[in-house]
């Protein structure tokens, strides 16, 4: 017999004071149904730290069954009952040694965000996301997705027992659209990009009556992503790296992490400095880097936005000067990479470490590359690259070598 973790059993307090705009500061209370504050800003779950402080310490995590529901005062969900959960484990530190070897770096790690339910890190932020929606009463979610957004949508959807719409741009990798319809969801190619799937949904809201669970626009996406932060945290020891190589579309996880590491600096589990947040963007889609490049608060529109790592592919960020603070405050800087050097480092990182990557994590490693050609991160500085999603979930390359075990074996092939 299974037994449940504890973590998905045991009531503990939550420690949520109110929410927060994020742009003007304005409070807006708990409990309700909210989506963006009336600034038209996401909102952020603001908690009680010094109680949370007062009622956990690090000892009693560390003794927690490994999922992220073991960090549940630092989450708003009120009652247990209300965990929507598909066994969201504590991902691996995976090292890079040949990697550190050929570039002279102390250290290089991958946190391989692909071991979660339904193959990517979007299982974070939609667990907590579903999980909230079940607890406030939500029959009925829609949301845009590039693809693995959408397949946890439909998942933790399917697991609350909540009715789900998911609308893709029509160049969505099969394997994602499929498998947002096999795990229950609505969906729907759309001929455009995820912004115009985006507008799809909010023109849906009133005569459809669902929730746009659009990237950012309701609290507790963030809250869910802001586990990989305290998990990295807990993984080294409470320390971070030096550097974090982030890809960076709508930017929750960027911006669910830095709110992470600046809370555990709060309740005393973190000593500063805290590390340098990279975002990560693709050449033919880097709005962000952009804006960072031109010191601009907000980042324009990204026109004719085009790469092979569809995650990455948001042209326009309703968090976009979040992202910009974040990268900013803690010293970190924005790059692009191509497409080029994206599906290079997804065959090279394979065949050099075994580790399949996807297309978004490839990005994080070549954008790791050329920040060590250009200076702006030290060999000496140990550097985390986030793996976002399982590579088995993207196109491979042919292998179309065949024998025919009734000829003569010519060995020599082998050795090609």
Not at 33 to 48: C, E, N
Not at 186 to 204: F, P, T, Y
Not at 270 to 280: F, R, T
Request: proline share 7%.
């Amino acid at each position: 017999m299974t037994v449940p973790s504890r973590n998905l059993t045991e009531e503990r307090p939550t420690f949520v004071t109110h929410l927060e705009c994020s742009a003007t500061g304005e409070h807006y209370p708990t409990g309700r149904i909210h989506g963006l504050s009336k600034a038209g800003k996401p909102l952020l779950v603001r908690y009680d730290l010094a109680a949370l402080s007062e009622s956990v310490n690090r000892n009693e995590i560390a003794g927690r069954p490994p999922d992220v529901w073991r960090y549940r005062e630092f989450l708003p969900v009120r009652h247990v009952e209300n965990i929507v959960s598909l066994g969201e484990t504590i991902t691996p530190l995976v090292p890079l040694p040949r990697i550190e070897e050929e570039t002279g770096s102390a250290q290089v790690l991958v946190k391989d965000e692909g071991r979660l339910p339904t193959g990517s890190f979007k299982a974070r932020g939609l667990a907590v996301a579903v999980t909230m929606a079940k607890e406030l009463g939500v029959a009925r979610l829609a949301m845009p997705t590039n693809g693995n957004a959408g397949a946890a949508l439909a998942a933790y959807g399917s697991r609350a027992g909540i009715e789900t719409f998911v609308f893709c741009p029509e160049d969505t990798p099969e394997v994602n659209v499929r498998e947002i319809a096999l795990q229950g969801a609505k969906v729907w190619r759309v001929n455009g990009l995820i912004n115009d799937c985006g507008r799809i949904v909010a023109e849906g809201n009133e005569p459809m009556g669902w929730f746009d669970f659009s990237t950012l626009k309701e609290p507790y996406r963030i809250e869910g992503k802001k586990t990989m932060g305290i998990e990295l945290a807990e993984q080294l020891g409470w320390d971070t790296p030096d550097v974090i190589f982030y890809p960076t579309g709508g930017g929750t996880g960027l911006i669910g992490m830095w709110k992470a590491f600046r809370e555990l600096v709060e309740v005393g589990w973190l000593d500063q400095p805290l590390p340098k947040m990279v975002a990560v963007q693709a050449t033919g889609c880097a709005p962000i880097v952009r804006a960072f490049e031109e010191g601009a608060d907000h980042a324009d529109y990204w026109e004719d936005a085009h790469t092979i790592a569809s995650g990455i592919r948001v042209p326009s960020a309703i968090g976009d000067f979040l992202i910009l603070q974040a990268v900013r405050d803690s010293r970190g800087f924005a790059v692009a990479v191509t497409d080029e050097e994206i599906a290079d480092a997804q065959t090279r990182i394979p065949r050099t470490e075994g580790l399949l990557l996807s297309p978004e994590g490839a990005a994080t490693y070549a954008a790791y590359r050329r920040a060590l050609a250009e200076g702006r991160v030290g060999r000496n500085e140990r550097v985390m690259l986030f793996n976002c999603g399982n590579g088995l979930k993207y196109p491979m390359p042919p292998a179309d070598r065949r024998l025919d075990r009734h000829q003569p074996i010519a060995w020599k092939q082998f050795e090609v």
